[in-house]
Every structure is written in C-alpha cells, then in structure tokens.
C-alpha cells in the first residue's frame, strides 16, 4: 500500500494511469474502461465473498468500488457517443477521491486497471 507522502502519487502504484489510458486509441481506450467496469464487478464479489473482514467493512468497500463503477460505465457511453470531453486526469482524480474515503480498496482497484489496461494494449 502507499504511504501517504503529502505529494500526489500514481493511484495504482507504479501505474501512471494518466499517461497510460491516455496514450491508447480510441479502440483500446474504450476497451480499457469496458474490462475496468467488469473487473470493478469482478472486485466486488471478492470483497464480498472475503470471510475475514465484518459486513459493515464489505458494504463500505463495495460501496466505494461502486461508485467508481458508476464513473467507469458512464465514461464507457461519453467514448461511444462523444457526447462531450471527459480527459482520464479527471477519472483520476475521481477514483483518488473514492480511494480516500476507504483506502482498503486500493489493492482491488489497483487489479482491475492494471489487468484492463493490460487487456485493451493486447486486443
């Protein structure tokens, strides 16, 4: 996990999300975001199915993955229709916001961008 420096940092460690998403075209980058919103699913079962941590922890986990979700699906239809600008700095900082209200999600987070970027660079 991070250690809280006081400086902005990568929101996945050692995974410039910034520069990686941004740098794949539109094809890959709209494939990026769809295995992001089906791994975010993917967390949410591991959250919940993890017997060592109390229900209220669960609820408050699946809670904040989420609504990156939410964010993740949205984004999936702005690159389909082009409805508007939507940059993926401002993604980030949208998933940092919803990181700092349950730090515990990080790790699952941090799974399902690398493994959907990894899938969209290989598609």
């Known amino acids: ?60 986990r699946i809670k904040w993955i989420n609504e990156i979700l939410h964010r993740a699906t949205r984004m999936i239809t702005v690159l389909r229709t082009h409805e508007h600008e939507w940059p993926d700095k401002d993604f980030d900082n949208e998933i940092r916001h919803w990181i700092s209200q349950n730090p515990a999600i990080d790790g699952t987070l941090g799974w399902a961008v690398k493994t959907s970027f990894k899938k969209a660079v290989s598609s």
């Open 1 to 60: 996990m991070r250690q809280d420096t006081g400086k902005e940092t990568n929101i996945i460690e050692g995974f410039d999300f910034v520069q990686q998403v941004s740098e794949l075209d539109e094809a890959q980058r709209l494939q990026c975001y769809e295995s992001l919103a089906h791994n975010l699913t993917v967390s949410i079962r591991g959250v919940w199915s993890t017997g060592d941590i109390p229900d209220s922890e669960k609820v408050d």
